[in-house]
């Protein structure tokens, strides 16, 4: 054996390492945050023609659409786009691991620490290869309001063909506020999501740039070594 074979470093995750952000996950990330804005924005304007209830009206400045009608068009519009992306997204996620990696596992006593963090301003957010359990809970909670928003979406828009899927839900009016208030949960997701992209810059520019590159085959993505932050 050469000294030069026995000098040479060892090769962790050999063909496995890749960037925290792949490029289809930018992709996608940038596409979604888009016709969030167009669904929220012609959203309002839509529920302004038959408010849910009396007291909230959205101001026009914010919503998108001159009449009812252009807000659905929009709506319409944004919607087979954020549903086509927002599948693509689910199939990479749990094809490549990634959800598994990324969002798991949820820990309790990590949770309740973290909020304790957060609620006194000293959460972390000095490893961006690793989320803290307040992330990884918003994130899978988001999903789980994406997909219901979907459902309610559909019962509202063809209640006749979907019939089975309006009485399960409770009806159409049911429908109509189960959506409102998915729509509402979203857009505090957002909120709180901007909010912290904007204290914690960096998340902004792994989010372009694709990140540092790990080897997801180790248990932990702390720093060390076998990760290569070049870009």
């Keep these: 054996m050469s000294q030069a074979h026995i000098d040479a470093p060892p090769t962790v995750g050999t063909g496995r390492v890749r960037q ?5 996950i930018r992709v996608m990330h940038w596409i979604n945050a888009l ?6 924005g012609s959203g309002w304007k839509i529920y302004d023609d038959d408010p849910i209830f009396g007291w909230l009206q959205f101001a026009d400045f914010l919503t998108i659409g001159r009449w009812a009608q252009h807000g659905l068009q929009w709506h319409f519009f944004g919607m087979w786009i954020l549903a086509a992306n ?7 996620g749990l094809r490549t691991g990634r959800f598994h990696r990324m ?3 949820i820990s309790l006593r990590q949770l309740l620490e973290n909020i304790s963090d957060a609620l006194h301003f000293r959460l972390a957010h000095d490893d961006p290869t690793q989320y803290n359990m307040v992330q990884r809970l918003l994130y899978l909670g988001v999903i789980g309001v994406g997909i219901a928003i979907v459902v309610s979406g559909l019962a509202i828009w063809k209640p006749i063909q979907f019939s089975g899927l309006v009485w399960l839900l409770g009806g159409f009016q049911t429908a109509r506020l189960i959506h409102f208030l998915c729509m509402s949960a979203i857009f505090g997701f957002v909120l709180v999501h901007v909010t912290l992209a904007l204290l914690v810059p960096h998340t902004i520019v792994t989010m372009l740039n694709g ?12 720093p060390a ?3 290569d932050t070049s870009i």
């Design 103 to 105: 969002l798991f596992p």
């Design 225 to 227: 070594p076998e990760i």
């Design 20 to 24: 925290l952000h792949p490029l289809p």
């Design 211 to 222: 990140g540092p590159r790990i080897d997801p085959t180790r248990p932990s993505q702390s």
């Design 86 to 92: 927002g599948l693509t997204y689910l199939i990479y």
């Design 35 to 40: 016709t969030i804005f167009i669904m929220i």
